[in-house]
């Protein structure tokens, strides 16, 4: 029963990041029909561009202010936008011609922030702050210290796992809102059909800007939670962690289907914290236990279900 | 006129040939190592090209095939203790068994779906094969050593070279065989192709079993170069490289792949010496650390200027000076054809040409 919450938990937080990098690669396909391999690593230029406020621009000794990344976090959400636009411009460019070709553009500029980064920051962690470091605590001790921490299952729930959480939960209300206003409709009428759409007065390219400027923040905010998660950040880091559980998230809830994201990174999240603990149980020496489920989940919904959970094409 | 251009182009791939010979004898000893990588990013490009130029698949995961090999001739070698070429043959096995694997995804998977599930992949063999520890030596990597005819250096790279003259040959044979037809078939259009008869999954799969023993054996000779292997040499950003640089070489073509390979992999070490000896910028700025950011801008670049890559602009500039000789050519036809004993088809010859 222990091990079943614990995975609970963990599936929980990692999911939940799982779902927001999903919702951003979600949006940008609907929109745009492209497979946005670049997304991650928007999301680790900003969170990198939190950390160089958060030190006090000292790349080299700065220490982390503590509570910075409160408000570091507002201009790294508006570089991930403005970032996400700049990118939708370049692929924009390239409009007319195939899908691989602007799927190799955006494998391009991922390779190209991640150079940048590096130039940067070289190839080194940088300690990387929570919104609100530690756990709840449910009972004090008399000298101020913690002494019941919540824990659920043998886990000690922390509050950040709590706040990836609220922040999927909050994102998920707001699209669902946006969807229903005048723009949120106006971009699911260019969705379907572009070329109707500017027929009845819609600016595809305000619309594809939109999406991708609102994609740009899902992708920030998922680097700054996501960073925080390993509490550490390495150029590429989104790349190589969150990038293909978020594509395989929005695979699973049928690529073009918000809800379906939200929900696929869920069950994603639980399907490979489920994994790793029965690896782990059995005490096989299998390395990246989590990056086989994926690649296993990944190739299972392909094969099997390619319309994936609630998507309604293939 | 016809016959002279064909002697033309034959020389200019002697020429190539033989500049290409007496390269590894220019290069100074403490870069050989880096000649022999760049020979081998050559036979890189030729394997991705046949997967995204003849069988028109993305892959995003080519760097798992060339590390697979790589650690299929450290582990032959060293746990199984084979000679060097049996190794190799080796090295080509496993990379064909770990791309068709792929394959039999791609028979149903196709486009952008394929391209994740070769990217998963590639992240797969990254963090997972490459780390089992009885076969890979986990991070301490597997020795691989070179064969003992070619211990040193400057005949390693030669080596290197003789097989990248093979592997060049055996995809000239391959796109003028049937196979080859049959693969390219494919890419253009499945279909179609098996409406002429085609056996669609046969050849898509041996298509992958191609590039990926390519790869694998590209690998085993990479393995050979530093003469160990180690998990991280075949990070899966370096799949993303491989792509690129079959896009900057230009998809389909042989030469454009073998240039951009060595260009790729020679990149960093250019800029190094740039870097060092020219004091102004771009170079001044650009160190070896900034060949990825490089090479993702000019494949930028090349999208919004040369979409037919580095075969492209080759094309143009041979286009461009082909024109003029033609001009110039029609100019001396114009001449001669006032003179009534010059047989005037000189002048057809120039426009053919053109």
Redesign the interface.
């Known amino acids: 029963m222990k091990a079943v919450l614990d995975v609970l938990v963990i599936g929980l937080q990692n999911g939940a990041i799982y779902s927001l990098v999903a919702l951003g690669l979600v949006l940008v396909y609907k929109a745009t029909r492209v497979l946005n391999f670049a997304h991650g690593e928007v999301g680790t230029t900003a969170a990198f561009v939190a950390w160089v406020l958060i030190v006090g621009g000292d790349t080299e000794r700065g220490a982390l202010t503590p509570g910075a990344l409160w408000w570091a976090a507002i201009p790294a959400v508006v570089v991930g936008v403005l970032l996400s636009m700049g990118v939708s411009t370049l692929i924009g460019r390239l409009r007319g011609s195939s899908a691989v070709t602007s799927l190799v553009a955006t494998v391009a500029i991922a390779l190209l922030l991640v150079a940048t980064q590096l130039g940067f920051f070289r190839a080194q962690a940088r300690r990387f702050p929570r919104f609100v470091e530690g756990s709840p605590c449910l009972r004090g001790a008399a000298d101020g210290t913690c002494a019941r921490e919540l824990t659920i299952g043998s886990i000690v729930v922390s509050w950040h796992t709590l706040i990836i959480l609220a922040v999927l939960g909050v994102t998920s209300l707001l699209l669902a809102a946006f969807f229903r206003t005048r723009w949120g409709t106006a971009l699911l009428a260019m969705a379907q059909d572009p070329y109707a759409a500017e027929l009845q007065g819609i600016s595809v390219r305000r619309m594809t800007m939109l999406a991708w400027g609102m994609a740009g923040a899902l992708a920030a905010i998922a680097g700054i939670l996501g960073a925080g998660v390993f509490n550490q950040l390495t150029p590429g880091l989104m790349l190589g962690t969150f990038l293909i559980p978020g594509f395989t998230a929005a695979v699973l809830g049928g690529i073009t289907s918000m809800a379906g994201a939200a929900v696929g990174g869920i069950v994603l999240g639980i399907t490979v914290a489920a994994a790793n603990q029965i690896v782990q149980s059995l005490r096989w020496n299998l390395p990246g236990p989590p990056h086989v489920a994926v690649l296993l989940v990944l190739m299972a919904v392909l094969l099997v279900r390619p319309r994936g959970l609630l998507g309604k094409e293939a | 006129m016809r016959v002279p251009q064909i002697r033309g182009a034959r020389a200019g791939v002697l020429v190539v040939a033989g500049a290409a010979a007496l390269a590894p004898l220019l290069v100074p000893e403490v870069f050989l190592n880096v000649a022999s990588r760049a020979i081998l990013f050559g036979i890189v490009g030729l394997s991705i090209n046949v997967l995204i130029g003849y069988t028109g698949q993305?892959s995003?995961g080519h760097a798992a095939f060339v590390g697979i090999g790589a650690f299929g001739a450290g582990f032959a070698q060293t746990e199984m203790v084979l000679p060097f070429p049996v190794a190799l043959v080796f090295a080509g096995l496993t990379g064909g068994v770990a791309a068709v694997v792929l394959g039999g995804?791609a028979l149903?998977?196709r486009?952008?779906?394929l391209?994740?599930?070769t990217?998963?992949?590639g992240?797969?063999a990254q963090?997972?094969i490459f780390?089992?520890?009885s076969l890979t030596g986990g991070g301490a990597g597997m020795p691989a050593p070179r064969p003992s005819f070619a211990t040193g250096n400057l005949a390693y790279a030669y080596m290197c070279l003789g097989l990248l003259g093979v592997a060049i040959a055996f995809d000239r044979r391959l796109t003028s065989s049937r196979a080859g037809r049959a693969i390219q078939a494919l890419r253009d259009d499945e279909r179609v192709a098996a409406s002429w008869g085609v056996n669609v999954t046969a050849y898509k799969l041996l298509g992958f079993v191609i590039s990926g023993a390519m790869a694998g054996i590209a690998g085993g000779l990479l393995a050979s170069v530093e003469q160990i292997v180690a998990p991280l040499d075949f990070a899966?950003?370096l799949s993303?490289?491989f792509?690129?640089m079959a896009?900057i070489g230009g998809v389909g073509s042989r030469a454009g792949a073998v240039v951009a390979g060595v260009f790729v992999a020679s990149l960093p070490t250019l800029l190094d010496a740039a870097h060092r000896n020219i004091p102004f910028p771009p170079f001044s700025v650009l160190n070896a650390?900034?060949?990825?950011?490089v090479?993702?801008?000019l494949?930028?670049i090349g999208?919004?200027f040369f979409?037919g890559g580095f075969a492209e602009v080759g094309r143009t500039i041979a286009g461009a000076v082909r024109a003029r000789a033609a001009r110039s050519r029609a100019a001396a036809a114009v001449a001669v054809a006032s003179d009534p004993l010059i047989d005037v088809s000189v002048g057809e010859g120039a426009h053919a040409g053109a």
């Open positions: 993305v995003l995804v149903r998977v486009g952008l779906y391209a994740l599930v990217l998963a992949y992240i797969f963090e997972v780390n089992i520890r899966f950003t993303l490289t792509l690129l896009v650390s900034f060949s990825p950011l090479v993702a801008l494949v930028l999208f919004l979409p």
